[in-house]
């Protein structure tokens, strides 16, 4: 009895979060393109940090980059025969450059943008990193039109953020 509910349990799991555990490869092929996406991403966020006691102005900016290698498929997970398994699971990523202000210093960022669903919905996951200071990081999630996540500064303090446009 107790075997047979973790699959159920795991169905149920994975259709609250928006995966699908019997698409066929028809149905689960993204159907946006990157100027879609694009405007939901780019252009320039801004919000505030405390710091000390006292709030801060940040800002970051962003743009689409065009990469130089592109993957033209899906990613998939390999299991043993007879596992439970999914599928697919779509990724589609947008490779991003822009900075972030904050403190009177401008950080130069690169990264992506991802989104794992085959339909977009104006949400997904940035990922941006300082290629000159390779501790500052930030990590957001893109929803309800509000970046929200984490800034790792080049001294290893993480911040919570938000930010509008």
Request: some cysteine; overall charge negative; aromatic content about 6%.
């Given at each position: 009895?107790?075997?047979?509910?973790?699959?159920?349990?795991?169905?149920?799991?994975?259709?609250?979060?928006?995966?699908?555990?019997?698409?066929?490869?028809?149905?689960?092929?993204?159907?946006?393109?990157?100027?879609?996406?694009?405007?939901?991403?780019?252009?320039?966020?801004?919000g505030t940090i405390t710091e000390g006691g006292s709030q801060k102005p940040l800002k970051l900016t962003l743009k689409y980059v065009k990469g130089g290698v592109t993957t033209q498929c899906s990613n998939r997970t390999l299991?043993?025969?007879?596992?439970?398994?999914?599928?697919?699971?779509?990724?589609?990523?947008?490779?991003?450059?822009?900075?972030?202000?904050?403190?009177?210093?401008?950080?130069?960022?690169?990264?992506?943008?991802?989104?794992?669903?085959?339909?977009?919905?104006?949400?997904?996951?940035?990922?941006?990193?300082?290629?000159?200071?390779?501790?500052?990081?930030?990590?957001?999630?893109?929803?309800?039109?509000?970046?929200?996540?984490?800034?790792?500064?080049?001294?290893?303090?993480?911040?919570?953020?938000?930010?509008?446009?």
């Open positions: 009895m107790r075997s047979s509910f973790l699959p159920v349990a795991f169905t149920l799991f994975a259709s609250t979060v928006g995966c699908s555990v019997t698409t066929s490869p028809e149905e689960g092929v993204p159907t946006f393109t990157a100027d879609e996406v694009r405007p939901s991403i780019e252009g320039t966020w801004n299991n043993e025969p007879g596992a439970l398994r999914i599928n697919c699971v779509d990724v589609s990523t947008l490779n991003l450059e822009g900075d972030i202000a904050l403190n009177g210093q401008i950080t130069v960022v690169n990264g992506s943008f991802m989104i794992m669903e085959s339909k977009f919905q104006n949400r997904g996951e940035v990922s941006l990193q300082s290629p000159a200071k390779t501790t500052t990081r930030l990590d957001a999630m893109l929803a309800n039109g509000k970046l929200e996540g984490s800034l790792t500064l080049e001294e290893g303090k993480s911040i919570t953020i938000a930010l509008a446009r």
